[in-house]
């Protein structure tokens, strides 16, 4: 497989504009990701107690960014930060987030989508679903932990018997 590319290395195609010549995306680094998604959840620490209106999901609702709890959501918050339109984020849709981020559909959601239930969040949970996004393995960890401990008390219950 000489002469090929790392996956992550491959470049991103944006569809030609009418008349126009197609424009090739960069794809983010690994490190630059997880510094953007870390100032994103930092953004949202710094008023812990803020609602968050989250919003639908992107297979429900498309584009569509109007929070369902009529609070600011996360991407109003990250919109508004200065560092971010400076560093590349161009515009207040979730392909520029999914773009700047480098995310997927599957992530975005989970870190800005809620229901009808619960249409707003704290701040500071918003800000731990991003950084489970940011780095899944102590979310993993602590599954994993839980399982055991579920395996163990349920191996002790049958001994017991």
């Known amino acids: 497989m000489t002469g090929q590319r790392p996956s992550g290395a491959r470049p991103r195609w944006q569809p030609p ?13 690994a490190s630059d990701r997880k510094e953007r998604l870390e100032r994103w959840a930092a953004l949202l620490e710094r008023d812990p107690h803020k609602l968050v209106g989250l919003l639908r999901p992107s297979w429900a609702s498309g584009n569509d960014l109007t929070a369902l709890g009529g609070n600011p ?14 560093t590349g984020l161009e515009a ?3 392909e520029s987030f999914k773009a700047y981020f480098g995310l997927s559909n599957t992530e975005l959601d989970r870190i800005v989508s809620g229901s009808w239930r619960v249409p707003i969040r704290s701040a500071w949970q918003v800000a731990g679903r991003i950084r489970n996004v940011a780095d899944p393995r102590p979310e993993r960890m602590l599954m994993a932990s839980v399982i055991a401990m579920v395996i163990v008390v349920v191996g002790i219950a049958q001994w017991l018997r």
Not at 18 to 24: E, F, I, N, T
Not at 73 to 86: E, G, H, N, Q, Y
């Open 17 to 29: 504009a009418p008349g126009g010549r197609a424009v090739r995306k960069r794809a983010i680094g």
């Open 73 to 86: 959501s996360a991407i109003d918050l990250a919109w508004d930060d200065p560092v971010f339109r400076v």
């Open 92 to 94: 207040r849709s979730r």
